[in-house]
Structure formats: structure tokens, C-alpha cells
């Protein structure tokens, strides 16, 4: 199974500035997957990211407020820009593999002030 | 579109109890389903899965069986322990309709020494 690291795994930021979240496979994986965890609550799907392609996104999510990068097909980057206090949550990064079973980051903990 | 229903928790039980934790789902076509948990302070993992009708997927003593008939994928172990709790969210996956994981909204199971 995949290993997924994440960086940073805690932040605290300021309204209005952008923080970016790195994630790193030790495998070459085809699908990625960005989601936010409220704490006590379920997943939420922000974007699907494919390398080579552009990042698809669910409702309620846009590319201005959480671009995505896709270089290559070990690694992503999720942005979280202009960010306001609703944003505090727990972003997670993960990978699927055959079978469909998905593996995921220990996550990123954010805290907007 | 597809969903997972789990039964809401918490579930508070003593050590050794029989635990179920209902899990209905919505899809078309022939979904994969899938057990993941969360145990305090750690990322989700994956516990066990089904990809067909009449499969059972266990793991470390838990056990599902894919239930076309009802669309259910019970969770079930016959004795818990205190190192059991955790969140535990089922989960679909189908070819249709784009190509992600449905969550869902998890359940926090308690167990009590």
C-alpha cells in the first residue's frame, strides 16, 4: 500500500493569506484526492487531481480559492488561498489504488485566526 | 445520486460486547463498499472491503457482508475491545458518475473497560 506524507501537519494562519499544503507518494499513483474534515465530521471532496490534467471539482469548491498542482504522478500541492476562519479544518491528501481502496496523509491541521 | 447512511453514534459498550454498526447505501450500478477508521489522533485507514454480492470482507476480527439485496453493509465483531474505539465510516465506490469515494458521515464507537 502506498505511504502518503504530508506537509506541513499543523499550521496557524492569518485571515487573508494562503497557505500551501504539499503531499507526497512513495509510489507513482494515477488518482489523487484532496478532502477537508471538520472535526467530529465526515469527508468532504474538494478536488479530484490527475496528473496531467486540470483538477476537477466538487460543488461548493473553485479553483481561485484551492488551486491545485499536479506535476508529476508522485506528488500534489493543494492551496488554500485568501483564507478566513471557516477554513479551520483538517486537510487530507490521498491516493487510490487497485481495487479502489484508498490510502491517506496523516493530514494537515489548520487554523485560521 | 449514491450515498452511505450509517446509524448514528456515538455507541458507548463495554469490553467484550457484540458491536453492529448499521450501514445502508444508494447507487447505481454494482458499487465496491468499504470500512474505514479512525482512531484518536491518526489518519483514516482502511479496515476491510467487499467488491460483490454475498462477498465478506474482515479484519482484525471485524467483519461485513455486501448485501445486494438490502443495499447493507453491516459492521460486526463479535467482542470488542477498549483499543476498538475509534470512528468508522463505510463507504462506496462506483465506476459512474465520476470517478470518487462516497463517505459516510461516520460513527464513534466507545468502548468501555
Known amino acids: 500500500s502506498a505511504v502518503i506524507s504530508q506537509k506541513p501537519s499543523r499550521d496557524i494562519c492569518q485571515r487573508g493569506t494562503s497557505l500551501t499544503i504539499q503531499c507526497q507518494v512513495d509510489?507513482?499513483?494515477?488518482?489523487m484526492f484532496w478532502y477537508r474534515q471538520q472535526p467530529g465530521q465526515s469527508l468532504t471532496l474538494i478536488a479530484t487531481?490527475?496528473?496531467?490534467?486540470?483538477?476537477?471539482?466538487e460543488s461548493g469548491f473553485v479553483i481561485d480559492k484551492f488551486p491545485i498542482s499536479r506535476p508529476n504522478l508522485t506528488f500534489s500541492t493543494l492551496t488554500v488561498s485568501n483564507m478566513s476562519p471557516e477554513d479551520s479544518s483538517i486537510y487530507l491528501c490521498?491516493?487510490?489504488?487497485?481495487?479502489?481502496?484508498?490510502?491517506f496523509g496523516p493530514g494537515t491541521r489548520l487554523t485560521v485566526t | 445520486g449514491d450515498s452511505v447512511t450509517q446509524m448514528e453514534g456515538p455507541v458507548t459498550l463495554s469490553e467484550e460486547a457484540f458491536l453492529t454498526i448499521n450501514c445502508t447505501y444508494t447507487?447505481?450500478?454494482?458499487?465496491?463498499l468499504f470500512w474505514y477508521v479512525q482512531y484518536p489522533g491518526e489518519g483514516l485507514q482502511l479496515l476491510l472491503k467487499a467488491t460483490k454480492a454475498d462477498d465478506k470482507g474482515s479484519n482484525k476480527g471485524f467483519e461485513a457482508t455486501y448485501r445486494k439485496e438490502t443495499t447493507s453493509f453491516h459492521l460486526e465483531k463479535g467482542s470488542v475491545q477498549v483499543s476498538d474505539s475509534a470512528v468508522y465510516f463505510c463507504a462506496l465506490r462506483t465506476g459512474t458518475g465520476g470517478f470518487k469515494t462516497i463517505f459516510g458521515a461516520g460513527t464513534r464507537l466507545f468502548v468501555k473497560a
Open positions: 487531481a490527475n496528473q496531467g490534467s486540470e483538477a476537477t471539482y
Open positions: 447507487a447505481t450500478g454494482y458499487p465496491s
Open positions: 509510489s507513482q499513483v494515477t488518482m
Open positions: 490521498s491516493v487510490e489504488e487497485q481495487g479502489y481502496e484508498q490510502y
